[in-house]
């Protein structure tokens, strides 16, 4: 259809249309049902069909040779783009699986003593705090299942961390090199010891109590090899806390973790993610352990797994909980490893389009996870593409504003309005957009590099450091973004000085428009390059709790806030004065939490109702005891982790404060 042939009285009809059924969806109808899901996925490919049928036939521009290749590059992009986006909605929209009850079930018989294997229980670990290493420890002990070993396997070859085993009295191993990375701190493991399974955590992660029992139970089918938990996080990762939105967004492997893997789960194409999961040793000692072939050595296990014809089962219920990357830097150091991996993949036997023992669904899931990590790449693409309009002149794209209010806004604004709802509260459009802006540089970069040469990068442990003293600008981050922003300022004053001599100004708004918002979204990326100053030693979590505070001839009763492993904030009675000098201790018996020694307390708030004050309870050094019950208290708790949901309009009103908010330079004083 030409632009003249669109009559002004259609012309807003397929946007009203789509908005209505937006609206009437996420208002009347629940996410819950498959068949709502079906048809909501069956509406958006229609219509997103139909944008792809406008750009493919109507929109290329072969009137130069540049043109016409940029204009193809950037339909390829689009394309590429829109493929792995559909098949990853498929999978989180139409058919996904749901164990939790078969869970339950088979946990009643592990409980019941009726099936309980034996289990080693490994922490892999490199050069992870002690005090961190210390937590994943004693939440292992904590597990409530009888039949288990835990072993550290120690990379580090640490004098204090074989101290700290031997305190806790768990075993110790560790090698006298580094070959193969973590694979081969796993496998070195794996030939010393003799359990019928294998449960694998990072030294960040530390499980609950009913971990194995939810697990080991699905060991009895003789078909399955692994179960996968989420990787569920007790803090917030880099981009959130930069910008100043504690609570306020969930983390950015939500998506992956439930609704992406349970969908995946469908045709046996879950992927194995490194901690927080369980494998049969005989399947192990079948592959002759754990695959090194890629410094992904996890995701290689779960494939060489379903290659034999054994299951990989998903379970997406929370039962663990880690530390999120602590700056931008870390965060883009674990993501350019976890593609680096996917690249080598690529050049091993283990390439998903040609390895054996694959079903034609598998083999899609599995080439869908190395075509993910081409979007940031694209997405660079599409990010420098209106320049070579503003700044050069050259016209990829040929349209009316009238064509794309026709063809293009009923998909955006269908997909702005659905996206979220049908994600479960866990993805916006605009912060997808943010996430891959920080990413596409050094992806791209690592894109090539890989390609150039696949095994020239060793495996770089994520560093796990507990705090940050000082704000910190990622200039080699933010770099790139800022000469991509400042080279939009340059084509905004270029359109600016010829806009009276401009033949087609439709193309010159549709570049401008899209300039901005690449603008927009470059500015929070490179905002959120801002490390703030912040203390990861010890998580607080906000718990409304009864308790007591006990002196030498007296209980006073309090109400709990917040708790950690270092301090305890509270509510007493107004009637509690001066408490500097006395002997006190922190206890919930109800909890298990028994008489832990207060060091200090210091009161917060006198500006509240008569009737109490708050406190912050500073705790002495802990014993060992004291720490074992202050730890599975706060992490191992069956059930005390909540899956986060967050209403779309929130995440775009947090998007906007972000432009206008310089959360991360008002840290400046705090840091100095």
Not at 262 to 282: E, L, Q
Not at 389 to 402: A, E, R, W
Not at 461 to 486: C, E, G
Not at 533 to 561: A, F, N, S
Request: aromatic residues 12%; neutral net charge; charged residues 15%.
């Amino acid at each position: 259809m030409n632009p003249t042939d669109i009559s002004p009285d259609t012309l807003f009809i397929p946007l009203l249309v789509s908005v209505l059924l937006g609206l009437f969806l996420t208002t009347l109808c629940s996410p819950q049902s498959k068949w709502i899901r079906a048809a909501v996925y069956l509406l958006s490919s229609i219509v997103m069909l139909r944008y792809l049928f406008w750009r493919t036939f109507d929109t290329l521009n072969f009137d130069t040779p540049i043109n016409a290749c940029l204009g193809i590059t950037l339909l390829s992009v689009e394309f590429l783009m829109v493929i792995p986006d559909s098949l990853a909605n498929y999978m989180m929209f139409v058919n996904k699986t749901d164990r939790s009850e078969e869970a339950d079930r088979l946990a009643r018989q592990v409980e019941s003593g009726q099936y309980v294997p034996s289990v080693d229980v490994y922490i892999a670990t490199y050069n992870e705090a002690e005090d961190m290493l210390e937590r994943t420890i004693i939440g292992c002990q904590a597990l409530d299942y009888p039949n288990k070993t835990i072993y550290v396997l120690d990379d580090g070859r640490r004098e204090h961390i074989r101290a700290l085993t031997q305190k806790l009295g768990c075993a110790y191993f560790t090698r006298p090199d580094n070959k193969h990375y973590k694979a081969g701190n796993l496998n070195n493991a794996f030939v010393q010891t003799t359990g019928e399974l294998i449960a694998f955590f990072d030294a960040d992660f530390v499980p609950c109590k009913d971990f194995l029992n939810q697990t080991v139970g699905f060991f009895q089918n003789p078909e399955t090899a692994l179960v996968q938990t989420p990787q569920h996080f007790y803090n917030e990762d880099p981009i959130e806390s930069n910008l100043g939105l504690h609570g306020s967004m969930t983390n950015e492997q939500e998506v992956f973790f439930r609704l992406v893997q349970p969908g995946r789960d469908v045709d046996n194409s879950a992927i194995c993610c490194g901690t927080s999961y369980v494998a049969r040793r005989k399947t192990l000692e079948e592959m002759g352990g754990i695959p090194t072939l890629s410094i992904t050595e996890d995701y290689l296990t779960s494939l060489d797994m379903q290659t034999r014809g054994h299951r990989v089962v998903y379970l997406n219920k929370i039962l663990s909980a880690g530390d999120a990357p602590a700056s931008i830097g870390i965060f883009i150091n674990q993501r350019v490893r976890w593609c680096t991996g996917f690249i080598q993949i690529l050049f091993t036997r283990y390439n998903a389009m040609v390895i054996k023992g694959l079903k034609p669904m598998q083999r899609y899931y599995h080439y869908f996870s190395h075509l993910s990590w081409m979007l940031p790449v694209l997405r660079l693409v599409t990010l420098l593409m209106p320049l070579a309009y503003m700044i050069f002149g050259f016209v990829p794209l040929k349209s009316t504003l009238d064509q794309i209010i026709y063809y293009f806004f009923p998909i955006y604004c269908l997909n702005l309005l659905v996206s979220n709802w049908l994600h479960g509260g866990k993805r916006s459009p605009f912060w997808t957009d943010v996430y891959s802006c920080v990413m596409m540089v050094p992806i791209a970069i690592t894109w090539v590099k890989t390609l150039l040469n696949p095994f020239g990068k060793g495996f770089s442990v994520t560093p796990k450091p507990l705090s940050t003293q000082r704000l910190s600008f990622q200039w080699d981050i933010a770099l790139p973004l800022f000469v991509i922003f400042m080279l939009y300022m340059v084509g905004f004053v270029v359109q600016y000085q010829t806009w009276s001599t401009h033949y087609d100004n439709s193309s010159t708004m549709l570049n401008i428009f899209w300039g901005i918002y690449n603008c927009i979204v470059m500015w929070v990326a490179i905002l959120a390059c801002v490390d703030i100053p912040q203390d990861r030693c010890y998580v607080k979590r906000d718990i409304e709790q009864r308790g007591m505070l006990v002196l030498p001839d007296q209980t006073i009763p309090l109400t709990l806030h917040a708790l950690s492993e270092k301090f305890a904030t509270v509510s007493l009675p107004s009637s509690v004065k001066d408490l500097q000098q006395t002997e006190l201790y922190f206890t919930m018996p109800q909890d298990g939490l028994s008489r832990l020694p207060i060091r200090s307390i210091v009161k917060i708030n006198d500006k509240q109702s008569s009737e109490d004050i708050q406190w912050k309870l500073v705790f002495s050094t802990l014993g060992l005891e004291q720490k074992r019950q202050l730890i599975e208290y706060l992490y191992c708790q069956p059930g005390q982790w909540a899956e986060i949901s967050i209403q779309e309009s929130r995440y775009t009103w947090n998007f906007v404060k972000s432009v206008f908010r310089l959360y991360p330079l008002t840290n400046m004083h705090s840091s100095s």
